[in-house]
């Protein structure tokens, strides 16, 4: 043992070298042996885009509350997401976060140069999707007297509003433009019998 693992004491006339606390033997054992997590060797590389999925591109949702939807692809986020908006106005689409797996690209382009990066920046943030926490259910006799009560309608925050109408301003001045390319973004795409997806271009 070496001189830095053990201290020397006097006990009465003698002296008697007392081993340091980290290297003095274990009291109990665990009766089962722990298991150490595994290192991950696989490395986080930055998600690759389809050559299709261009900003301005107008896409077809396939999943979600607004599948059959058309949009209009603003901007890439992290991790596979997209930015896309309806515009609002024209078929009901706010601005939302789409996996690109889920969508179909189209030939189509609408012109979003006259969109302000600021705002994009601000809405392509994470924190800007999170949901709200809710509110602790009422006990007593005020969530009685409410029980019977519908619950109010989520109503979209006025900042959000906001935003909406700063990005879609540019939009619906770009798709007025081009003829029919509202009535476009306006129908909802379907399947009908015999038709065969992987033969269609888009």
Do not use: C
Request: hydrophobic fraction near 30%; avoid cysteine.
């Amino acid at each position: 043992m070496s001189s830095s693992e053990a201290t020397t004491k006097q006990f009465g006339k003698g002296e008697r070298s007392v081993p340091a606390s980290s290297a003095r033997a274990k009291r109990w054992y665990p009766a089962e042996d722990t298991k150490a997590p595994r290192k991950a060797r696989k490395t986080l590389h930055p998600s690759k885009y389809r050559a299709t999925l261009q900003p301005g591109a107008v896409l077809i949702l396939l999943a979600g509350r607004f599948r059959g939807k058309r949009v209009v692809l603003l901007k890439h986020l992290k991790e596979g997401a997209l930015l896309v908006t309806g515009p609002f106005k024209i078929n009901g689409v706010p601005l939302r976060r789409v996996n690109s797996r889920y969508v179909i690209a189209t030939s189509t382009k609408v012109d979003i140069s006259g969109l302000d990066e600021s705002t994009l920046d601000k809405v392509g943030k994470a924190e800007y999707f999170s949901r709200e926490k809710k509110s602790k259910k009422q006990k007593g006799e005020d969530a009685f007297i409410k029980q019977g009560e519908k619950p109010e309608k989520k109503q979209p925050t006025s900042e959000r509003a906001s935003d909406q109408k700063t990005i879609d301003k540019p939009l619906l001045s770009a798709i007025k433009n081009e003829e029919f390319l509202a009535s476009y973004l306006r129908s909802s795409f379907s399947l009908r019998h015999g038709q065969k997806p992987h033969e269609m271009v888009f």
